[in-house]
């Protein structure tokens, strides 16, 4: 088993940044990728970002490209979400997320480990 615990979110002004915590312990050397997902209100929850553990690679939907930087430190095994620029529109709970597979995936449903999630909130 896998334990993910995120922290960072709070209430921030757009334009603004914050940068999201993902502390992973347990079995971790079983998993290849980390992501972040985010689900805002009334909606489906959605890819925002992910990164081999080895840091090699690292895929963001386009609705944060540009914007978010996710990134790993192995030593702490912890996950970062670096978001810049923030908009009203990025307002949502963030999850951490860990697959085991090795390959990569932004689809929800390929994602083996689940954090409680930490609320984001850009007002505008």
């Known amino acids: 088993q896998v334990q993910l615990v995120e922290s960072g979110g709070a209430l921030v002004q757009a334009g603004g940044s914050l940068r999201l915590s993902c502390a992973a312990s347990g079995r971790t050397f079983s998993t290849y990728w980390m992501g972040w997902f985010r689900q805002a209100p009334g909606k489906e929850r959605e890819f925002a970002a992910a990164?081999?553990?080895?840091?090699?690679?690292?895929y963001y939907a386009d609705s944060v490209k540009g914007r978010f930087t996710i990134s790993i430190d192995n030593a702490k095994n912890t996950v970062y979400l670096q978001m810049n620029s923030l908009k009203p529109e990025d307002t949502a709970v963030y999850y951490c997320a860990a697959r085991r597979a090795y390959g990569s995936s932004w689809s929800e449903d390929d994602y083996d480990y689940w954090g409680q999630g930490t609320q984001v909130t850009v007002s505008s």
């Open positions: 990164i081999r553990r080895s840091g090699a690679n690292s």
